[in-house]
């Protein structure tokens, strides 16, 4: 694969308009159902968003963080992975978790505060979200390096925003893959804003080119294009578990709406930009495509409208049956083995809310 330091081409195959074009080097040859499969999915995760940000507003969850925007450069890589990889995800990956089979309950779970995660990453390959900002890259090395000793012929893909790419984290992970040649894929979504501050004030050189300051092959995509998503990073896990070593990709996209439910991006964000981004919003899109090339219809589409209200009644009842998990389970699993100090404080705690319930 062949990139220079100074070609700033960004690789797309579906233009904003909805156009088909080809690309020398990344291209995908789907079938009917895999292009209308891809659209399906992202339209449902978006449906999933949506629904996790209204019901943060009707105090439902205790927060949200939306993927509005990014929903391309979620499912177009997570199709492109096989079933024995492995995801570190930060913690907007809803429609890379969508791919991996977790259901959006358990998402909303988390975020409600009956779970600390919910799934299991030995089963789905989709580690648990990472709250601390960049330092799930260090752990999906680690983990690379471990697959790669036990013999097995499989890939990592770790999931980080480009606020994270400033962290120590993120730069010692690159380095240590790269001396290592981890079978590890790291996937920048791009989305223009790290909570209030600019792309432009990160760093002053495409993202993508800090990999071959590590010595790893780097590219950029339109993270808005689901299509060269797709084909990116089935070319990037490709080479990782040849054994050819790490790879880096910067999927240029947009966050559409806030960093978290506790933001507000109308006090940073230009007026105008977020009109401009729309202009290429993926989904529509997709839309466009699929239209002109006579693979779907007014029927398909109502079909995943429909889908996608039977996915939020399910939703809403679903957290609404979530049962409140008992008090002492902040105390559990904070420790490997039993641990008096904590203890302690677990008997003083039951002891206090007991005084609320004689009173």
Not at 104 to 128: A, I, K, Y
Not at 333 to 340: G, N
């Given at each position: 694969?062949?990139h ?12 904003p308009?909805g ?9 995908v ?20 968003d949506r ?48 791919c991996r089979g ?29 709250i ?8 999906a ?20 925003g480009?606020?994270?790419?400033s962290q120590?984290?993120?730069n ?14 790291f ?18 050189a ?23 998503c797709l ?23 947009y ?24 202009r ?27 889908e ?5 009644v399910?939703?809403?009842q ?14 559990r ?8 100090p ?10 206090y ?7």
């Open positions: 694969m062949r220079q330091a100074g070609d700033d081409e960004v690789v797309q195959l579906l233009t308009d156009v088909r074009v080809r690309h020398p080097e990344f291209d040859d789907l079938s009917k159902g895999q292009y209308r499969g891809l659209y399906r999915d992202m339209a449902l995760v978006r449906r999933i629904e996790g940000f209204s019901l943060q507003r009707l105090g439902e969850l205790g927060m949200w963080i939306p993927c509005l925007g990014q929903e391309a450069a979620q499912i177009g890589s997570g199709r492109a992975l096989e079933p024995a990889d492995h995801v570190f995800p930060s913690y907007r990956e809803h429609g890379v978790a969508w977790i259901p959006p309950l358990d998402l909303m779970g988390m975020v409600r505060g009956t779970t600390n995660g919910g799934w299991d990453p030995r089963e789905t390959g989709f580690h648990l979200y990472t601390v900002i960049g330092s799930q890259t260090l752990h090395v680690g983990y690379a390096m471990g697959m790669r000793m036990d013999g097995a012929e499989s890939a990592v893909v770790a999931y980080f480009d606020g994270a790419a120590g984290d993120v010692e992970a690159l380095n240590f893959a790269a001396v290592n040649d981890a079978p590890v894929v996937f920048c979504q791009n989305n223009q804003w790290a909570i209030s501050q600019p792309s432009a004030r990160q760093s002053g495409p993202l993508y080119r800090r990999a071959h300051g590590f010595g790893l092959p780097g590219i950029r995509v339109d993270g808005n294009d689901v299509l060269a084909a990116v990073t089935r070319a990037a896990l490709a080479h990782a578990r040849s054994g050819a070593g790490p790879y880096f990709i910067e999927a240029v996209t966050r559409m709406g806030p960093h978290t439910s506790s933001d507000d991006p109308d006090r940073y964000r230009p007026v105008g930009e977020l009109d401009a981004w729309r290429k919003d993926p989904i529509t899109r997709m839309e466009t495509y699929l239209r002109d090339e006579g693979m779907a219809d007014d029927a398909f589409f109502a079909e995943i409208e429909e996608g209200d039977r996915l939020v399910e939703l809403r679903g957290v609404a049956a979530m049962p409140d998990p008992p008090v002492d389970h902040l105390f699993h904070v420790y490997a083995e039993e641990h008096a904590l203890e302690r404080e677990r008997a003083w705690y039951a002891a809310l007991d005084r609320f319930e004689t009173a």
